[in-house]
């Protein structure tokens, strides 16, 4: 595959004047290439597998918007729904009948599902949903996980690491004590992690968040016995049990992770596919608690755009290019996704690099640590120079992988084998390149 050095005289100008007005030139910091150090290209346009910058370079996107482009860049369909919903107005600030229609069939693909409220990013969703717990049992604390990102809430920007992030040490400034301490933080995978906090809060933990498939500290699988005892200890205490799909919704399946590992939460989050690339989000669950938001119950949470015509034409576009592929659709973008993987597998065997690869449907990491990580404090062990390496060898491969050892790719139904072709012969170069240097 052709490397070649990247000419990115456009983006450096841009790049550089933006940071004059907005802080770190981005208005998402994982943008801004900082993980990986060097600047970030600014892109044009999107089409299919491909994103292209404003050097015209062009890049196969294995970051499909960070999820959100499971059908590729600029799909002809979601083109033309989003059109034909734009003719009619922007907003209406009353409801309208896409917006019905898109909640209709998230609650129908998803069997935990009764009712469903759409917002407008992943983080009300979360936000939402743990408001929603707290109200609906009357207790405080919400207990989340190591290496799980929620979006901002105060509530979520708390991590652990170590044990006084049990107590509640805040991840971000801005957040205060009193809010942070109203967060426990656990060990994913680890039952015994879990049952201590329970037996100490067990009787004060409102909700209990999790990304089931974890993404946000590179992809990191449940183990059935930690989701069993997790649903388990929640349906004990009655502490209401939230599935944070944001990323697994309608990725990995209709019914996202939860209708892989089949565990029922109470409530689940959504986002990212749902939109197809425009703001939309949604938290839903149960109806007895669902009810306890307002206009019905006591729980406030409202939009302006919430239900924006263009997002719900986008994402029911979206969901029904889907269905049309009568359950092949997650098999396809799994047989490419696994193809990679499994190449990557045995050529990281063969030369005996200590790297490992995760991978779920579409949803894939490559780990610079021999072993697959069970949670964030085995993902840290990770070697990230050497990452670094590895995501600079493929950008001039031209190949967009994210800018993070801690984060997933995403493939889309457009990276068509002859696209992961050139993705797995790119990737084995910039393995090479890191591990043995330039030859
Ligand atoms: N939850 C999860 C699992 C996510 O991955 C993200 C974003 N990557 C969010 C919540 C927040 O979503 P948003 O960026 O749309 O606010």
Not at 91 to 96: A, K, L, R
Not at 149 to 165: E, I, K, M, P, T
Not at 199 to 225: C, Q, R, T, Y
Request: proline share 4%; charged share 20%; with cysteine.
């Amino acid at each position: 595959m052709m490397k070649k050095p990247l000419s990115m005289n456009r983006s450096e100008k841009l790049f550089a004047e933006a940071q004059k007005y907005i802080p770190g030139g981005v208005n998402s910091p994982v943008r801004s290439f900082r993980s990986v150090g060097g600047r970030p290209f600014v892109a044009s346009h999107g089409k299919g597998p491909y994103l292209f910058d404003v050097d015209g370079n062009r890049y196969i996107d294995l970051v499909g918007s960070w999820g959100a482009l499971i059908h590729g860049h600029s799909h002809p369909r979601i083109v033309q729904a989003i059109r034909s919903a734009l003719e009619k107005g922007s907003s209406f600030g009353v409801s309208c009948e896409l917006e019905y229609r898109l909640c209709e069939k998230i609650v129908r693909s998803v069997p935990s599902l009764e009712m469903v409220r759409l917002v407008n990013s992943g983080t009300e969703a979360c936000i939402s949903a743990a408001r929603l717990a707290r109200a609906y049992t009357g207790r405080s604390l919400i207990l989340k996980f190591n290496g799980h990102f929620h979006g901002h809430g105060d509530s979520f920007l708390v991590a652990a690491g170590s044990g006084l992030a049990t107590l509640g040490m805040s991840d971000s400034a801005g957040v205060t004590k009193e809010t942070s301490s109203q967060t426990l933080v656990a060990e994913f995978n680890s039952i015994e992690s879990i049952q201590n906090l329970f037996k100490k809060h067990g009787h004060e933990v409102a909700g209990v968040i999790l990304e089931v498939v974890s993404g946000n500290m590179g992809v990191v699988l449940p183990e059935m016995d930690f989701l069993r005892e997790l649903r388990h200890l929640c349906t004990q205490h009655g502490s209401v049990l939230i599935f944070d799909e944001v990323m697994t919704g309608f990725r990995l399946s209709m019914a996202g992770a939860q209708g892989i590992y089949m565990i029922q939460p109470d409530l689940s989050c959504f986002g990212k596919v749902i939109g197809a690339g425009l703001p939309v989000a949604a938290y839903g669950g149960r109806k007895e608690i669902m009810e306890k938001v307002a206009p019905v119950g006591p729980m406030y949470q409202s939009g302006t755009l919430s239900g924006n015509p263009l997002g719900a034409a986008a994402g029911l576009a979206a969901l029904e290019i889907i269905e049309e592929d009568d359950n092949s659709f997650f098999q396809g973008l799994d047989h490419s996704t696994s193809h990679w993987a499994n190449a990557m597998r045995s050529h990281i065997e063969y030369k005996s690099y200590p790297v490992s690869v995760a991978q779920i449907g579409s949803m894939m990491t490559m780990f610079f640590c021999p072993d697959v990580p069970l949670n964030f404090k085995e993902a840290k062990m990770a070697d990230l120079e050497r990452f670094k390496a590895f995501f600079w060898g493929l950008l001039e491969r031209g190949v967009y992988y994210p800018p993070s050892q801690f984060e997933s790719c995403f493939l889309s139904s457009q990276h068509v084998s002859s696209v992961m072709e050139q993705v797995t012969e790119a990737s084995i170069e910039a393995l090479d390149e890191a591990f043995e240097g330039p030859n």
